[in-house]
């Protein structure tokens, strides 16, 4: 479905879309040992990079109505988007559309799964999804952090960061952060968390933001209209071996 989504909104070829996926899924592993990029995922990165300077090419000398078009034409000011900036958020977009929506659209089965009180709540009452999702955002953060690289010193509770280092925002931890979030490691969705980092936050947050909930949200309304009652098949999950996105590689769910 994340694929399906994805490739409308970029007006990718659909014959495209299992090879995508598979690379996309892939590029954002690690090796679950050493924690670093083995050879076969910044291979997997390459092919969606490279993947994406062609399609970038083809919609300069023929632009649509798709978004990777928009962002190769538009101009705000006289500026436009860097060669490189348009590389690197198509490249982005493809990855974040297909793995960070599946992710947590699986790790949202898993809360739903794991919670059969707030699962029946939100079947009786589908506009109650809204509120599970938010929560599942702040309470199983799938993608767990990020880097940044500082433009200017800072200090944060006492500690001084300088210019040039490398910090790590750690939006999981951020979001289980008791001082923002009473009782924080508790899954209720009646808290509607304001200012969760599910999304990440400032200039480089999420672009879809937007679709990623309402794509959640219909897919949800139709699994709960269809199978009501679930819960997990198997107590030990395969973990994606990543040291940013935390989510099951596969989750089987067994009607109960
Ligand atoms: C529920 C699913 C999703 C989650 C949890 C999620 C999470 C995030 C987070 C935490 C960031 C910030 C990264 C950072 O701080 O550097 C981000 C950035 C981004 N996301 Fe998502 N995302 C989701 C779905 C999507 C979808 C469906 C799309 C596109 C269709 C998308 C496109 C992007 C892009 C382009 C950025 C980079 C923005 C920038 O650097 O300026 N995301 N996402």
């Not at 592993?29 to 050879?39: A, E, I, L, N």
Request: proline share 5%; net charge neutral; aromatic share 8%.
């Amino acid at each position: 479905m994340t694929v399906k989504v994805l490739f409308r909104l970029l007006g990718l070829p659909p014959g495209d879309d299992a090879e995508v996926r598979d690379k996309a899924v892939l590029m954002v592993q690690s090796d679950p040992v050493t924690r670093r990029k083995g050879p076969e995922h910044i291979a997997a990165y390459e092919w969606v990079r490279d993947y994406a300077a062609r399609i970038i090419a083809e919609r300069r000398a023929s632009p649509g109505e798709d978004l990777i078009s928009h962002f190769s034409t538009a101009e705000i000011d006289g500026d436009r988007l860097s060669e490189r900036e348009v590389l690197l958020t198509t490249t982005t977009l493809i990855m974040a559309g297909i793995e960070s929506l599946g992710g947590f659209m699986t790790m949202f089965a898993l809360n739903m799964a794991d919670h059969p009180d707030a699962r029946r709540r939100c079947v009786a009452d589908p506009a109650l999804l809204a509120d599970a999702i938010e929560e599942s955002l702040r309470y199983n953060t799938s993608a767990q952090r990020f880097r940044r690289c500082l433009e200017q010193d800072a200090e944060m509770h006492g500690q001084l960061m300088r210019a040039g280092d490398f910090v790590c925002l750690a939006y999981g931890s951020g979001n289980r952060d008791e001082r923002r979030f009473p009782n924080p490691d508790v899954y209720d969705i009646d808290r509607k968390p304001k200012g969760h980092l599910g999304f990440g936050g400032g200039v480089h947050a999420c672009l879809g933001t937007a679709i990623a909930r309402l794509a959640t949200r219909l897919a949800f309304e139709e699994l709960h209209k269809a199978v009501p009652d679930y819960a997990r098949v198997h107590g030990q999950l395969p973990w994606m071996p990543s040291t940013t996105f935390r989510s099951p590689l596969r989750l089987d769910l067994a009607r109960q």
